[in-house]
């Protein structure tokens, strides 16, 4: 886990509370369709989708959107086929930044992305120079002091989970991608409240920053996540709570 997963929950929240949420409502609809057309219209029997449909109902997206993106995906409706890709690059001070897209145009979305990197300090890379450092995992995020971390660390081994790793104001619960929502499940019915579950790319080993560096890596990442073909990004920076939270407010 890295300063990135306190960054994401950061976003997680802003995202429930502010009046205009038309950006975040496209990306999911997007996941939403995507998954109904890869792995079929019913949650129940598609993993991918049921976790897209909670997070959906994580930003209160309105239920008629969520049937109709999931319509669009399963083939009731018509739509713009959206090709997945996924690109690589470098923040300043070395951080490394995968980003996972959905698009319609591949060429108009690789120069994009490249003019928001080169713009912020960052350089977009070739396939598989970062790739390395991060590894497909399920990330249940849950915030310090509102559960006592020794009952957190204990209901988590017992579901199963692979990993506990405790930072300044986040416990990540670590777990194989396919037990994620297994997890999850047993978590909850022990009345742990969760910031967040998702299978995600996390970071192997992190770059530390502070002053100029730290705060230009998450405008980058910033600029990246309000770039509409961009679904999510992965970064292994590792950044003091009290500049993600100044940067947050920007």
């Known amino acids: 886990m890295s300063g990135h997963s306190k960054w994401s929950t950061i976003k997680r929240k802003k995202g429930k509370t502010d009046a205009v ?23 129940a029997a598609n993993p991918r989708l049921r976790l897209a449909v909670e997070k959906a109902k994580e930003v209160n997206m309105p239920n008629d959107n969520i049937k109709r993106a999931i319509s669009k995906g399963a083939g009731g409706g018509e739509g713009v086929e959206l090709e997945e890709a996924t690109y690589e690059g470098y923040g300043p001070g070395g951080v490394a930044i995968m980003i996972d897209v959905m698009t319609d145009n591949r060429n108009r979305t690789l120069n994009d992305l490249r003019a928001i990197f080169t713009k912020n300090g960052g350089n977009l890379g070739e396939a598989g120079c970062v790739s390395w450092v991060f590894k497909r995992r399920g990330l249940i995020s849950i915030e310090k002091g509102k559960v006592p971390e020794d ?14 790793e405790i930072e300044e104001s986040m416990i990540g619960v670590v777990t194989d991608p396919g037990k994620l929502e297994e997890i999850r499940d047993k978590l909850l019915e022990k009345k742990l409240e969760l910031a967040g579950a998702e299978v995600t790319m996390v970071p192997q080993s992190t770059v530390k920053l502070t002053g100029p560096d730290a705060h230009k890596v998450l405008k980058l990442v910033s600029a990246l996540e309000e770039y509409d073909d961009v679904q999510s990004v992965h970064a292994n920076f590792d950044i003091p709570d009290e500049i993600i939270e100044e940067e947050s407010k920007s």
């Open 151 to 164: 009952k957190i660390v204990g209901v988590a081994i017992d579901a199963g989970a692979d990993d506990i």
């Open 21 to 43: 949420r038309g950006k975040l409502f496209s990306k999911i609809s997007r996941e939403l369709m995507t998954a109904a057309r890869v792995g079929g219209g019913d949650p």
